[in-house]
């Protein structure tokens, strides 16, 4: 049966996104979905890093870098933690004020790279983490944040996280930021309610992700209150 669309109908290619190819423009888009030296090493994340030393400029500078978590889902923006961690600072967005650092296995992620690849196609799954792929992670993540800090820190007036006090990430950060001299607060909580937890889980399984406390009503409180502290209020 041949092809029934008339000639003109239907364009083979509208949009091939290739615009969004952080590494390897117009390649194969693989979707790298693992936990181990593979998946936080090598091919495409390395070389993304690289560039990203190489070729990546803030595009302003800003009073504060905000260090922030990857979520499960992709682009992080679109997630539901970053949707309430960004709706919740959105006044210092819009101002150019604070600008947005993701790490994660992938690397370390500037918001803008967010729906580039390969950042939007990996699932790194915790739950089959071992220690030893923890301490390679926090040893990675450490080593990528501190070339990222030295070579844009003039970019930046101050550096804050929001992560997990006992999260791998944020061990990471302590490390890079003591190598440096650089002091990174972090505005998490370091405990919330549990009845919170449950709240922000919705009942749909959100629960059993770690990172739910970051947007409890604790946790956002302690975040906006934190960034008020370091810079004044958003609209002021």
Same mark, same amino acid.
């Given at each position: 049966?041949?092809?029934?669309? #008339?000639?003109?109908? &239907?364009?083979?290619?509208?949009?091939?996104?290739? @615009?969004?190819?952080?590494?390897? /423009? %117009?390649?194969? %888009?693989?979707?790298?979905?693992?936990?181990? !030296?593979? =998946?936080?090493?090598? !091919?495409?994340?390395?070389? $993304?890093?690289?560039?990203?030393?190489?070729?990546?400029?803030?595009?302003?500078? =800003?009073?504060?870098?905000?260090?922030? /978590? &990857?979520?499960?889902?992709? /682009?992080?923006?679109?997630?539901?933690?970053?949707?309430?961690?960004?709706?919740?600072?959105?006044? =210092?967005?819009?101002?150019?004020?604070?600008?947005?650092?993701?790490?994660?296995?992938?690397?370390?992620?500037?918001? @803008?790279?967010?729906?580039? +690849?390969?950042?939007?196609?990996? *699932? +790194?799954?915790?739950?089959?983490?071992?220690?030893?792929?923890?301490? &390679?992670?926090?040893?990675?993540?450490?080593?990528?944040?501190?070339?990222?800090?030295?070579?844009?820190?003039?970019?930046?007036? %101050? +550096?804050?996280?929001?992560?997990?006090?006992?999260?791998?990430? +944020?061990?990471?950060?302590? *490390?890079?930021?003591?190598?440096?001299?650089?002091?990174?607060?972090?505005?998490?909580?370091?405990?919330?309610?549990? $009845?919170?937890?449950?709240?922000?889980?919705?009942?749909?399984?959100?629960?059993?992700?770690? *990172?739910?406390?970051?947007?409890?009503?604790? $946790?956002?409180?302690?975040?906006?209150?934190?960034? #008020?502290?370091?810079?004044?209020? /958003?609209?002021?």
């Amino acid at each position: 049966m041949g092809d029934s669309r #008339e000639a003109g109908e &239907c364009p083979e290619v509208v949009w091939s996104g290739d @615009e969004l190819d952080w590494v390897k /423009p %117009r390649g194969a %888009r693989e979707y790298l979905r693992g936990v181990g !030296y593979r =998946y936080l090493k090598g !091919y495409p994340f390395d070389d $993304g890093y690289e560039r990203l030393l190489r070729e990546y400029r803030p595009s302003r500078r =800003y009073k504060l870098a905000l260090i922030l /978590p &990857c979520s499960y889902g992709k /682009p992080y923006s679109q997630s539901y933690i970053h949707y309430l961690i960004r709706s919740r600072i959105a006044g =210092y967005i819009k101002k150019g004020v604070v600008h947005e650092v993701i790490v994660t296995n992938a690397g370390v992620v500037p918001r @803008e790279l967010d729906e580039h +690849w390969p950042y939007t196609a990996y *699932d +790194w799954n915790p739950g089959h983490e071992t220690q030893a792929i923890r301490e &390679c992670y926090r040893r990675v993540l450490a080593e990528r944040l501190r070339g990222y800090m030295e070579k844009y820190s003039s970019y930046y007036e %101050r +550096w804050a996280a929001y992560l997990r006090w006992d999260s791998d990430s +944020w061990k990471a950060v302590v *490390d890079a930021s003591r190598s440096l001299g650089i002091e990174i607060v972090n505005l998490a909580p370091r405990s919330v309610p549990w $009845g919170e937890v449950e709240e922000a889980g919705l009942g749909l399984g959100y629960d059993s992700d770690p *990172d739910i406390i970051l947007v409890t009503r604790t $946790g956002l409180g302690a975040l906006a209150r934190g960034l #008020e502290e370091l810079l004044g209020a /958003p609209h002021s």
